[in-house]
């Protein structure tokens, strides 16, 4: 099998280290973007006249033929290729004869694969930004057709105080309005053109690397061909920002799995993103959900396995480094499919109002609400707080409500209990008595709303 180095050696590498240096099984996941920086390149090759422009134009015809035979799926791998950029060179070769040996002129394959990677980034990087998105847009309807509905809310997942379901999906959507963020930021430092970096010092050849970025698309031409090279924090920030991002749905997919459960029963999945039990015929469990979940654990692993793998490495390019790729593509991929599956099962969350009313009702989601009373007429917050602290202490454990005190009981608590407080005692005053910017208030809600919807469409 030809290799793209073989000409220095005269032994035969060994099967077993041909099986273990091999990359042909993962990436030819770039072969689209190797024909596309290879056809820039091409045309550099041209312009500049370092090459013939007969041997230019059949580079750029045929491999123009191969990216139609990737796009088209025609295009097959040979599992006995060293890498995908070894096995183009070969197909480019049965296409168009001797001149496809032009095309390796002023490159490197570190050059050449690094450039590779940062195009399949980029490529990538629209499609993760538009799912997101895409969920934002899910979430954001399904809080907007349940603006009314009203929820507890939890610290250290004990009942707290009580918010607007909507409210609580639009933490969701800020969540993912900084993951697209830290994507589009990190897009700014993957646009970097290294073509024309060679091994690692350049070339003397009268190559033009601003007419390929400009090709390219990219945002800048490295400064430095020794970092253009050895460079993959690149694919570390990526795979951070992924990290994160799959921290925020497993966040979103354990309060759904709660909420799913008999003893929340707050809301009801469609059927068809749950599965049933082998044994247990009543069963209905939240198994998409439990696997978005389980899936995104995997990224903070492949994170720190690429921090660990770049650690210990000198300058420039060594050979671990083609081990970015596995970690890359499963992590872009994974999270792809993640958000894509996260989109489509809000469309399906009916939300049980008759439990949630009845969840809300426990007066003591209201005791902020009274000591916030309290303060308003002058006490301080220490004195509200043991105030309405002994309260509700007593009420629990007299099985009282604070509702059915009279004014004399209430009084006893403190001088400046008026009745009128008992209007605090409901879920609806409860969340419209919200006044600060970002409360659960209704009119405050319903504006955030309208103001997503439109920015998202």
């Avoid at 250290?156 to 609580?168: D, N, R």
Wanted: charged share 25%; net charge positive.
């Amino acid at each position: 099998m030809s290799k793209l180095w073989g000409s220095r050696f005269t032994g035969r590498l060994s099967r077993l280290s041909e099986e273990f240096t091999f990359s042909i099984a993962y990436d030819s996941k770039l072969a689209l973007y190797d024909c596309i920086a290879s056809i820039a390149h091409a045309e550099m090759l041209k312009k500049q006249k370092i090459i013939p422009q007969k041997d230019a134009l059949a580079l750029i015809k045929g491999l123009k033929k191969i990216m139609a035979d990737i796009e088209s799926g025609k295009f097959k791998c040979d599992p006995k290729s060293e890498d995908i950029h070894t096995d183009i060179q070969v197909k480019l070769k049965k296409l168009i004869g001797s001149a496809a040996d032009r095309l390796h002129t002023a490159r490197s394959r570190n050059d050449q694969v690094v450039t590779d990677v940062r195009l399949y980034c980029l490529d990538h990087l629209e499609g993760i930004l538009a799912l997101i998105e895409g969920l934002q847009i899910a979430v954001v309807k399904f809080a907007d057709n349940y603006q009314d509905v009203i929820i507890p809310a939890y610290t250290h997942l004990q009942s707290a105080q009580l918010v607007l379901l909507a409210h609580h999906m639009l933490a969701y959507v800020e969540m993912l309005e900084r993951d697209k963020g830290r994507f589009d930021d990190a897009a700014k430092r993957i646009g970097t053109n290294t073509l024309g970096a060679c091994a690692l010092s350049g070339t003397t050849l009268p190559i033009d690397r601003n007419f390929v970025t400009q090709k390219l698309e990219f945002l800048s031409t490295s400064a430095n061909s020794m970092d253009a090279v050895s460079d993959r924090d690149f694919v570390i920030e990526l795979l951070s920002d992924i990290a994160i991002t799959g921290m925020h749905l497993s966040r979103m997919c354990e309060d759904l799995i709660l909420w799913v459960t008999s003893e929340f029963n707050f809301i009801t999945l469609d059927d068809a993103f749950c599965t049933g039990s082998s044994i247990m015929p009543h069963k209905k469990n939240p198994d998409v959900l439990e696997l978005i979940r389980g899936a995104s654990s995997k990224f903070p692993g492949r994170l720190v396995e690429l921090l660990i793998l770049m650690k210990g490495l000198p300058l420039t390019y060594n050979r671990d480094m083609q081990m970015d790729k596995p970690a890359l593509f499963d992590c872009v991929e994974t999270l792809e499919n993640m958000l894509a599956v996260m989109a489509e099962l809000f469309g399906g969350i009916k939300v049980n109002r008759e439990r949630l009313s009845a969840r809300v009702k426990d007066e003591y989601f209201f005791s902020v609400d009274i000591l916030d009373y309290l303060v308003k007429k002058g006490l301080s917050y220490r004195e509200a707080h043991d105030t309405v602290g002994l309260m509700a202490k007593e009420c629990l454990d007299k099985g009282q409500k604070i509702s059915g005190l009279s004014l004399s009981q209430l009084k006893k608590y403190s001088r400046l209990f008026e009745l009128d407080v008992k209007r605090l005692l409901t879920p609806e005053a409860s969340v419209r008595g919200k006044k600060s910017l970002g409360s659960t208030n209704p009119v405050m809600v319903s504006s955030e709303i309208k103001k997503w919807k439109k920015r998202l469409h």
